[in-house]
C-alpha cells in the first residue's frame, strides 16, 4: 500500500532541515538556535489562532481526504501545546538555558505530538499515520542538534556534558509519550476511525 504525504509537510520539512543545515554551516550552533526560534514561533502563533478560533465556539468543517486525520482536542490540549512552546522560547531567548528549551521542544514534539499522531490518527496502519509527523520530525531534529551543538563553556549547556544531554533528550521522549496518553485518556479522546479521514476547516457553529 502507499503511503501519501502531504505538500505542506514535505515542503515544510525539505525548508526547516535545509534552512537548519545552511545556518549551521554558516554560524554553528547560534544558527540552529535561530532556526528553531523561528518554526518554533510559527508553532506557537498556530495554536494560539488554534486556542483563539475554539474560544470563539468554531468547530470543524469535514470533508473527505485519503490521508490521516486526527480527533477534534478540546482548547486545553492547545492552551497546553501554546504555554510549553512559548516557555521552551522564552527559556532559550530570554534566560539563555538551551538545554531546557531543547528539552521541551522534545518533550513536546518528539515525545507527545509523535505519540499522539502514531496512535490516535486515522491511519489503518502506524506506518501510515507515521506519514503525517515530517513537520514533528523537523521540530525533533532541530530541537536535538540545539541541544547538541551548544558549546559546553557557555551558559545554555548547563554544565552538562554531551552523555548527559543524550541522556535527557532520550528520557524527554517516553515522558511526552506517557503525558501524551495520560492526558488523552483523561480527556476520553479516542483514536480516529479510518472511515473518518476528513481534513479540518474552520467554521462557525451556526448556521
Given at each position: 500500500m502507499s503511503i501519501s504525504?502531504?505538500?505542506?509537510?514535505?515542503?515544510?520539512?525539505?525548508s526547516t532541515?535545509?534552512?537548519?543545515a545552511?545556518s549551521y554551516i554558516?554560524?554553528?550552533?547560534?544558527g540552529?538556535?535561530?532556526?528553531?526560534?523561528?518554526v518554533?514561533t510559527?508553532?506557537i502563533?498556530t495554536?494560539?489562532?488554534?486556542?483563539y478560533?475554539?474560544?470563539r465556539?468554531?468547530?470543524?468543517?469535514k470533508?473527505g481526504s485519503?490521508?490521516?486525520?486526527?480527533p477534534?482536542?478540546p482548547?486545553?490540549?492547545?492552551i497546553?501545546?501554546?504555554?510549553?512552546?512559548?516557555?521552551?522560547?522564552l527559556?532559550q531567548?530570554?534566560?539563555g538555558?538551551?538545554?531546557i528549551?531543547?528539552?521541551?521542544?522534545v518533550?513536546?514534539?518528539?515525545?507527545?505530538?509523535?505519540f499522539?499522531h502514531?496512535?490516535?490518527?486515522?491511519?489503518?496502519?502506524?506506518?501510515e499515520?507515521?506519514?503525517?509527523?515530517?513537520?514533528?520530525?523537523?521540530?525533533?531534529?532541530l530541537?536535538?542538534?540545539?541541544?547538541?551543538?551548544?558549546?559546553a563553556?557557555?551558559?545554555?549547556?548547563?554544565g552538562?556534558p554531551?552523555?548527559?544531554?543524550v541522556?535527557?533528550?532520550?528520557?524527554?521522549?517516553?515522558?511526552?509519550?506517557?503525558?501524551?496518553?495520560?492526558?488523552?485518556?483523561?480527556?476520553?479522546i479516542?483514536?480516529?476511525?479510518p472511515d473518518?479521514?476528513?481534513?479540518?476547516?474552520?467554521?462557525?457553529m451556526?448556521?
Amino acid at each position: 500500500m502507499s503511503i501519501s504525504y502531504a505538500v505542506y509537510d514535505v515542503v515544510f520539512f525539505s525548508s526547516t532541515i535545509s534552512a537548519g543545515a545552511v545556518s549551521y554551516i554558516a554560524w554553528k550552533h547560534a544558527g540552529i538556535v535561530a532556526v528553531a526560534m523561528v518554526v518554533l514561533t510559527l508553532c506557537i502563533l498556530t495554536d494560539l489562532l488554534q486556542i483563539y478560533r475554539l474560544a470563539r465556539g468554531q468547530v470543524p468543517i469535514k470533508i473527505g481526504s485519503a490521508l490521516p486525520q486526527g480527533p477534534d482536542l478540546p482548547i486545553s490540549w492547545h492552551i497546553t501545546m501554546f504555554s510549553l512552546e512559548v516557555l521552551a522560547a522564552l527559556c532559550q531567548l530570554i534566560i539563555g538555558y538551551t538545554l531546557i528549551s531543547g528539552l521541551i521542544m522534545v518533550f513536546v514534539f518528539g515525545g507527545a505530538q509523535a505519540f499522539f499522531h502514531l496512535n490516535y490518527f486515522s491511519g489503518v496502519s502506524l506506518k501510515e499515520n507515521a506519514s503525517t509527523l515530517l513537520p514533528i520530525t523537523a521540530m525533533t531534529i532541530l530541537s536535538i542538534f540545539m541541544v547538541l551543538t551548544a558549546p559546553a563553556e557557555q551558559r545554555g549547556a548547563m554544565g552538562i556534558p554531551l552523555y548527559g544531554d543524550v541522556l535527557w533528550i532520550l528520557l524527554m521522549v517516553p515522558a511526552g509519550a506517557i503525558s501524551c496518553y495520560v492526558y488523552l485518556t483523561f480527556q476520553g479522546i479516542q483514536k480516529k476511525e479510518p472511515d473518518e479521514n476528513q481534513p479540518i476547516i474552520n467554521g462557525d457553529m451556526k448556521a
